[in-house]
C-alpha cells in the first residue's frame, strides 16, 4: 500500500515553493496586502475611535447647557431664579455654572460707539444684549482680551458695566479700553471695563458678538426679563448625571419644563467612530484579500500545468489522488500562512508609524493580529481547493505525456 508521510508530505510541499521563489513571493505579496490592510485599517479605525473620543472627553464632555422657556405672561413668576446658579454650583461634579438672558433672537438691541479721538466717528450695530452673573467667564470658558469682567459687587451694585465680545468690539471701533470708553446701549450709557478673548464653548459663540452686561443693570435699564440660558461645565464623566440633576435644582416645581443639552456617552462615541471608519475601510483590506486568494488559485493551477509530467510519474509510481490533491492543498496553505503572517506584521508597523506620525496612542485588536496568519491559512486553502482536486484527477497516462 502506498503512503506519504507528513515528513515526505511537508518536504514535497517546501520543495514545491521553493522551486520558483519569484513566482512565490509575489504569491505571497498578494496575501500580504490583504492581511495587512485589514489590519492596518481595523488598527487605524480604533486608533483614530479612540483620540477622536479622547479629545471629546477632555472638552465638550463636560458642557451642559439648560435652556429656559421665556414666560407667555410678563407677570408669572420666573422659572428659574437668578440665585437658583447657587444650587447648582453646590452639586457634585460641577465646576463652573452661570446665567443668562439675553435679548430675543432677531429683536437685537441697537448699540452705539463714540470714539474718543474721533469724535465725529459713530458706529451704530444691532447686537445681541447679555444680562449676565459674574461667573459667566469661567462656565463658557472664556478668556479676557483686554480689561476684566465684572464681578459680584458690579452685580449688586447695579452698576452700568460692560464687557463686550471680541467681534462686538471690532464692529464698534473700540481696539482700547484704557480710556474708558462708553457704548449707548438702546439709549442708555454703559461703561466698557473689558473686551473677551477666546470663547472656548462651541455652544457658547453668541457672547464673541455680543455686548455683556451685569443682570441686575441688565434688567433695570433694559428689562431683558430672567434667565433665558444656564452653562454648566462639570469634571470628566460628570456631564450626564448633572444633566439629571440641574433641572431640579433649578426649577424644583418644574423641571421638566427645561430643555437640557448634554454631551452623548463618550464610549458611545467611540465606538460610533471605530465602526464609521471600519466600515468605510474594510472593504478595500476585503478586496485586497480576495485579488490574493484568487492569486494563490492562478498560480497553484499554473503550477499543476507545469507539473503534470511529475504527477504522472508520482501516479505511476503509486502515489494516490489523495497524495497529490494533498501535495499541492498544502502548498497553498503555506503561501497563504506566510502571506498572513507577513501581512499582520506590515499591519501592526504600519498602525504604530501612522499613530507615532500623528501622536496618537495606537489600538491593535489582539485578536485579529493573533488570527491573521490562520486567517491566511484558510484563504490558500479555498484557493488551493480546485487546481489540488483537477491535479488530483489526473490519469497516470495523460499526466505523463505533460502539457502538450
Do not use: C
Amino acid at each position: 500500500m502506498s503512503r506519504l508521510t507528513w515528513r515526505d508530505l511537508i518536504s514535497e510541499a517546501i520543495s514545491g515553493i521553493g522551486s520558483r521563489p519569484a513566482r512565490t513571493a509575489l504569491t505571497i505579496a498578494g496575501i500580504v496586502m490583504g492581511i495587512g490592510t485589514l489590519v492596518t485599517t481595523l488598527g487605524v479605525s480604533a486608533t483614530a475611535g479612540n483620540q477622536i473620543a479622547g479629545r471629546f472627553d477632555a472638552a465638550t464632555a463636560t458642557e451642559v447647557t439648560v435652556h429656559v422657556p421665556r414666560p407667555s405672561d410678563p407677570d408669572t413668576p420666573p422659572a428659574v431664579r437668578w440665585t437658583a446658579t447657587d444650587d447648582v454650583a453646590r452639586l457634585n461634579g460641577v465646576t463652573a455654572v452661570a446665567a443668562y438672558s439675553r435679548s430675543q433672537e432677531g429683536k437685537d438691541l441697537p448699540v452705539r460707539a463714540n470714539a474718543v479721538k474721533d469724535p465725529t466717528r459713530i458706529l451704530d450695530r444691532l447686537l445681541p444684549v447679555v444680562g449676565s452673573t459674574p461667573t459667566l467667564l469661567d462656565a463658557a470658558r472664556t478668556t479676557m482680551g483686554a480689561g476684566r469682567f465684572f464681578d459680584t459687587g458690579h452685580v449688586e451694585r447695579r452698576d452700568r458695566v460692560a464687557v463686550l465680545g471680541a467681534e462686538a468690539a471690532a464692529q464698534l471701533g473700540l481696539t482700547r479700553i484704557d480710556n474708558q470708553p462708553a457704548v449707548l446701549v438702546d439709549g442708555k450709557p454703559y461703561t466698557v471695563i473689558g473686551v473677551l478673548g477666546t470663547v472656548g464653548r462651541a455652544d457658547q459663540q453668541v457672547l464673541a458678538n455680543a455686548v455683556i452686561l451685569p443682570w441686575t443693570a441688565a434688567d433695570d435699564g433694559l428689562h431683558l426679563g430672567p434667565v433665558t440660558t444656564v452653562a454648566i461645565t462639570t469634571v470628566l464623566g460628570g456631564a450626564t448625571l448633572i444633566a439629571e440633576q440641574a433641572p431640579r435644582a433649578l426649577a424644583p416645581n418644574d423641571p421638566a419644563g427645561l430643555q437640557v443639552d448634554a454631551p452623548p456617552d463618550p464610549a458611545t462615541l467611540r465606538t460610533g467612530v471605530a465602526q464609521d471608519v471600519s466600515g468605510l475601510l474594510l472593504i478595500l483590506g476585503l478586496v485586497s484579500l480576495i485579488v490574493g486568494a484568487l492569486g494563490i488559485a492562478n498560480v497553484t493551477l499554473v503550477t499543476v500545468m507545469e507539473r503534470t509530467a511529475e504527477i504522472g510519474l508520482r501516479r505511476a509510481l503509486g502515489a494516490r489522488r489523495h497524495h497529490i490533491a494533498a501535495q499541492f492543498l498544502l502548498e497553498s496553505v503555506v503561501i497563504g500562512l506566510l502571506g498572513g503572517i507577513i501581512g499582520a506584521s506590515t499591519g501592526i508597523l504600519a498602525v504604530v508609524t501612522i499613530s507615532v506620525a500623528r501622536q496618537w496612542t495606537p489600538v491593535v485588536d489582539a485578536t485579529l493580529t493573533a488570527g491573521s496568519p490562520l486567517v491566511g491559512a484558510v484563504v490558500g486553502l479555498l484557493a488551493g481547493l480546485y487546481p489540488s482536486i483537477r491535479a488530483a484527477r489526473m490519469q497516470p497516462v495523460d499526466a505523463l505525456r505533460g502539457p502538450g
